[in-house]
């Protein structure tokens, strides 16, 4: 599969990334939206996506969102929090995060992943202003 012009795979910086197959699709103005593809390499036992990548997506948009706004990496999770929804057997889901409120110390930032129209994941995180 090609990937379009203006979608960058973030696998080049970072190896767990390339694992994952995350791509952004965009990643400014504190906001972001990042798809990933299932694939076997993703499945738990239950031949589902596992929660874990799930929430290695989630976390990954925060981060690039949270950084959109502070210029570069200058941020990391202080706490996250979760909810599963509903279960992803295959094809693609797109993450997006968008940064709530940003203070000089912290940031809150919330994600919702979706797979089409259907809700799998909500989430929301405090990040530290480094």
């Given at each position: 599969?090609?990937?379009?012009?203006?979608?960058?795979?973030?696998?080049?910086?970072?190896?767990?990334?390339?694992?994952?197959?995350?791509?952004?699709?965009?990643?400014?103005?504190?906001e972001?939206?990042?798809?990933?593809?299932?694939?076997?390499?993703?499945?738990?036992?239950?031949?589902?996506?596992?929660?874990?990548?799930?929430f290695?997506?989630?976390?990954?948009?925060m981060?690039?969102?949270?950084?959109?706004?502070?210029?570069?990496?200058?941020?990391?999770?202080?706490?996250?929090?979760?909810?599963?929804?509903?279960p992803?057997?295959?094809?693609?889901?797109?993450?997006?995060?968008?940064?709530?409120?940003?203070?000089?110390?912290?940031?809150?930032?919330?994600?919702?992943v979706?797979?089409?129209?259907?809700?799998?994941?909500?989430?929301?995180?405090?990040?530290?202003?480094?």
């Amino acid at each position: 599969m090609t990937q379009p012009a203006d979608e960058v795979e973030i696998g080049s910086k970072s190896a767990f990334a390339r694992l994952l197959g995350l791509h952004i699709l965009k990643a400014d103005g504190g906001e972001a939206v990042i798809r990933l593809s299932m694939h076997d390499g993703l499945r738990n036992l239950h031949g589902k996506l596992h929660g874990g990548a799930l929430f290695s997506l989630i976390d990954t948009a925060m981060g690039q969102a949270s950084h959109s706004v502070v210029g570069g990496p200058g941020t990391v999770t202080l706490e996250s929090k979760i909810n599963y929804i509903r279960p992803v057997d295959d094809g693609d889901i797109l993450c997006r995060a968008w940064v709530v409120h940003a203070g000089r110390r912290t940031q809150v930032i919330e994600a919702e992943v979706h797979q089409d129209d259907k809700l799998v994941a909500k989430a929301q995180a405090t990040f530290a202003c480094l």
